[in-house]
């Protein structure tokens, strides 16, 4: 059975989407293709696959079996046209820019995003010549402000990583289109199980498997999800890469690739030439996780907040940002978008200050000190000193972060079990201030 069709609801399609049994060997399960080659019929097709006249297996570095199921199914989930996986949430962000952004040109990006993110736009991305300007995911006017007519993307996080930040994706996407430019969202935080960006008007969505798509903290993976919807063709002279023959390829990305220009290019040229693959068994663990997503995002969610209430009352927490939280600045625009919750990343500020981080994580039973989000198991992080070290103070300060800021990402252990330890350690770190 396959459901790609979306006659079947989310929780059908993450289960069934993308994979036919009875092929080959009658498997329930998705095999995993571990093969680097494939034998090609003849001569002849292997010409016709190369020239990309003929779709089929060619090498594993641009498309895999297994690999393939897990992109029917993630793009089955965001009512994409199609989909793309790479190696790591950081291969695909940097894949899904550069397939619109050359050198020369520029990309506007959120000021409140994951620290690798800004390390790609703010340092790689300038020694390719592609400079990137940072607004307020809250400030659509600052983004159009940013935008010159090198412009070529617009980069934002549905929910940002660590501060829980909720753009105003329709009003992005439309202030976006207004200017000619596609809106990338990545949406690994929300995972379509909380928000379809799609469904905003945004062109591209993308993802880090790695976090809660997976789920247990085990592969790391990358997935770029095509809506298929942005006209390249409308202002041709801007995206010469879809629009003009290629001589390399011997066709015209736009005219001659079907559904979707965007992800063929990525496919044929920036994952042909820049390598990062996904394994195939790693696809495999992503796709075992991609089946239970809706169950365990509406856990982490609901425990999520319940954990935030709870340190929003308490005395030696200063602030908590959390969407969920009436105190939050964008609450009321997840009470509009995101029905079933904000997610379970979020983060709180020590009112004991940056002196008291150390000694309060390192207290912690349950929590793992680890710089990954979206595992099975709770996570602790202190941003400033690790996944944001290279932010400078005013970077910082645009991302909403103090020296004092923890991020949590709360797992599938007891919420009840998470608050006694948080609440144990925060005990402690206030008995020490008393005696220092
Ligand atoms: C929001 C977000 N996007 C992208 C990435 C990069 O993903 P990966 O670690 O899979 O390369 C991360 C990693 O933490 C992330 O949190």
Redesign the pocket.
């Known amino acids: 059975m396959t459901a790609d069709d979306h006659r079947w609801s989310a929780a059908t399609r993450q289960v069934r989407s993308g994979y036919e049994s009875g092929v080959p060997q009658n498997t329930v399960t998705v095999p995993i293709y571990q093969s680097a080659a494939y034998e090609f019929e003849s001569f002849e097709s292997a010409r016709d696959i190369f020239a990309l006249r003929r779709a089929g297996n060619l090498y594993s570095r641009t498309g895999n079996p297994t690999n393939s199921v897990l992109e029917k199914r993630v793009a089955a989930l965001d009512v994409g046209v199609g989909a793309l996986a790479s190696a790591?949430?950081?291969?695909a962000?940097a894949i899904a820019l550069l397939a619109l952004v050359r050198s020369g040109q520029h990309v506007v990006a959120s000021s409140k995003?994951?620290g690798?993110?800004v390390d790609l736009l703010d340092d790689t991305f300038a020694d390719f010549g592609i400079a990137a300007s940072f607004a307020d995911p809250g400030d659509v006017a600052a983004w159009t402000a940013a935008t010159t007519s090198a412009t070529r993307a617009w980069f934002v996080?549905s929910i940002g990583?660590p501060t829980a930040s909720l753009p105003d994706l329709r009003a992005l996407a439309d202030a976006a289109h207004e200017l000619g430019v596609p809106l990338v969202v990545?949406n690994?935080?929300a995972t379509p199980a909380l928000l379809r960006p799609l469904e905003f008007g945004a062109d591209v969505v993308?993802y880090?498997?790695?976090?809660f798509l997976g789920g247990h903290g085990s592969s790391?993976?990358?997935v770029i999800v095509d809506s298929g919807r942005f006209d390249f063709g409308a202002r041709p002279e801007r995206w010469t890469q879809f629009t003009e023959h290629s001589p390399r390829f011997g066709l015209t990305f736009l005219t001659d690739t079907g559904v979707s220009p965007y992800l063929a290019y990525a496919k044929a040229k920036l994952a042909h030439d820049l390598g990062p693959a996904l394994s195939p068994f790693n696809a495999f663990l992503l796709l075992q996780g991609i089946e239970t997503l809706d169950l365990r995002v509406r856990r982490h969610t609901e425990s999520a907040l319940a954990v935030a209430e709870h340190l929003a009352g308490h005395p030696s927490v200063s602030v908590v940002r959390h969407a969920g939280l009436p105190t939050h600045p964008d609450y009321a625009r997840g009470v509009r978008d995101f029905p079933q919750g904000t997610g379970s990343v979020f983060a709180f500020d020590l009112a004991a200050g940056e002196e008291a981080v150390g000694p309060f994580i390192d207290r912690l039973e349950l929590f793992t000190l680890a710089?990954?989000?979206g595992d099975v198991r709770s996570l602790v992080v202190h941003p400033s000193t690790t996944?944001h070290s290279r932010f400078t103070a005013a970077q910082r300060d645009a991302a909403g972060i103090s020296l004092s800021t923890i991020r949590l990402s709360i797992g599938l252990e007891d919420p009840a079990d998470l608050i006694t330890d948080l609440d144990a350690a925060l005990a402690a770190v206030a008995l020490q201030e008393a005696h220092s």
């Open positions: 790591s949430g950081q291969s962000v995003l994951y690798g993110t996080e990583n990545d690994t935080v993308v880090s498997a790695t976090k790391l993976g990358g710089a990954n989000i996944t």
